[in-house]
């Protein structure tokens, strides 16, 4: 009898132990929100932990490109924290909860709100190089950028010298003559922070600029970065975003025209952006990637930036669903953020494009320059419970025509 009773209990157990281990690994599994906010956290959190005591440019030692081209090397942080902030307010500016991932956020909005003022403080180790070289407009664009990314949450708690401290820093930035580029939309975006903070803005260089970018659309979503087109994904990092961050500023979410620029507005510059967005899901392959070209690929996913505006703003074309999207981008973050190659043992990026491949870097590209990649995490600023993160995932576009899966025929925009 004891043998038998010992036969069945090794029985039993046997019979128990799989579906005891699918349960430890289910738990073990995680979601696609949890999966973007650890990548975003391990991101941020180097930094923001340092600046927020004046660490930054103690800790972080700059890993510069083979052909930098001499500038003051110390661009490199205000590029780090401009780029990351930029991606990083939407998801701050969610309301605290006790889960995990609030305790995080958090946190992270704690440091955050300390490096702003580190960064303006000429008294600060990590006062940043505001003053010195024309670099600097464009990271400025991109802190600007997450002031009105991120308002309420990053703006509004400052105190008052440190608002006074950051008006002037962007003020004196009209000493720079932007290129004949997307550089353009840098000088606009600090003037329209400027004008919804209530200073002083210069109207002239917010509608000059606007006028400029609306002349270079070349038709289908695409835009030319100056007066000669250049296919890379300047379209994703600058062109798009800013053109309709500043419209929506400027002529108060399409309710005013720009004067002589009809088709200068906010509604053709979002139908333009959904278009492009189009493109760059289809651009998402069923593994994951995404083509390598041009300029500046060390900016990872900073690639998918307008699909994730999309997404966070609630402007997704029908033709994009949530599951679908999400799916998408995760596919991407998994592919590139799976390993720990793209991060140097001090937890801050490297150059390359997925691992340390310096020798693809352009002249103008240090670490700081990679937080760019943080600009796909836009739709972290969508609560838990929204669509995005809620709704079953679809295969994206790719994935259904290489799986031999119906999926819709692709059509160019025309206005």
């Not at 906010?37 to 510069?64: D, F």
């Not at 942080?77 to 990083?88: D, I, T």
């Not at 704690?110 to 003022?117: D, N, R, T």
């Not at 108060?252 to 507005?265: E, L, M, S």
């Amino acid at each position: 009898m004891k043998i038998r009773k010992q036969v069945w209990l090794l029985v039993i157990v046997a019979l128990l132990l799989p579906l005891q281990i699918s349960t430890a690994k289910k738990k073990k599994e995680t979601n696609d929100r949890e999966l973007w906010a650890g990548v975003l956290y391990r991101m941020a959190a180097p930094v923001l932990s340092s600046m927020s005591e004046g660490k930054l440019q103690e800790n972080m030692q700059p890993e510069l490109s083979p052909t930098w081209d001499g500038r003051d090397t110390r661009v490199t942080y205000m590029e780090c924290f401009g780029r990351l902030m930029a991606g990083l307010a939407p998801w701050l500016s969610l309301p605290d909860d006790d889960t995990a991932e609030g305790r995080q956020r958090k946190q992270l909005r704690e440091w955050a709100l300390k490096s702003y003022a580190q960064a303006v403080d000429p008294q600060s180790k990590d006062y940043l190089l505001w003053r010195k070289e024309g670099q600097p407009l464009v990271d400025a664009a991109y802190v600007a950028e997450s002031f009105l990314r991120g308002y309420d949450a990053l703006w509004m708690p400052l105190d008052k010298l440190t608002k006074q401290r950051y008006i002037n820093e962007f003020i004196q930035l009209r000493r720079i003559d932007p290129p004949y580029t997307n550089w353009l939309l840098f000088s606009s975006t600090i003037e329209c922070f400027l004008r919804k903070a209530g200073a002083k803005s210069d109207t002239y260089r917010i509608a000059s600029s606007l006028r400029k970018i609306e002349e270079w659309y070349v038709g289908d979503g695409w835009y030319s970065d100056g007066p000669e087109f250049a296919f890379d994904y300047y379209n994703s990092f600058v062109l798009h975003p800013m053109y309709v961050e500043c419209l929506e500023v400027f002529t108060n979410g399409g309710k005013r025209n720009i004067r002589n620029a009809p088709k200068c507005n906010f509604q053709h510059a979002l139908k333009r952006m959904q278009r492009f967005g189009a493109i760059l899901e289809r651009f998402i392959s069923p593994e994951g990637t995404f083509p390598v070209f041009g300029r500046s690929i060390t900016y990872r996913t900073g690639t998918l930036q307008p699909l994730a505006l999309l997404a966070w703003r609630e402007w997704l074309p029908k033709e994009l669903p949530n599951g679908q999207v999400r799916a998408a981008m995760t596919a991407v973050i998994k592919r590139m953020f799976g390993d720990n190659r793209n991060f140097n043992d001090k937890g801050f990026l490297t150059l390359g494009f997925n691992g340390s491949q310096p020798h693809i870097s352009d002249w103008y590209t240090n670490n700081g320059s990679l937080y760019m990649a943080s600009l796909a995490f836009l739709p972290l600023g969508l609560p838990a419970t929204h669509p995005f993160w809620t709704d079953r995932p679809q295969s994206w576009t790719s994935k259904k025509a290489w799986e031999g899966e119906a999926f819709p025929k692709d059509h160019a925009y025309y206005e």
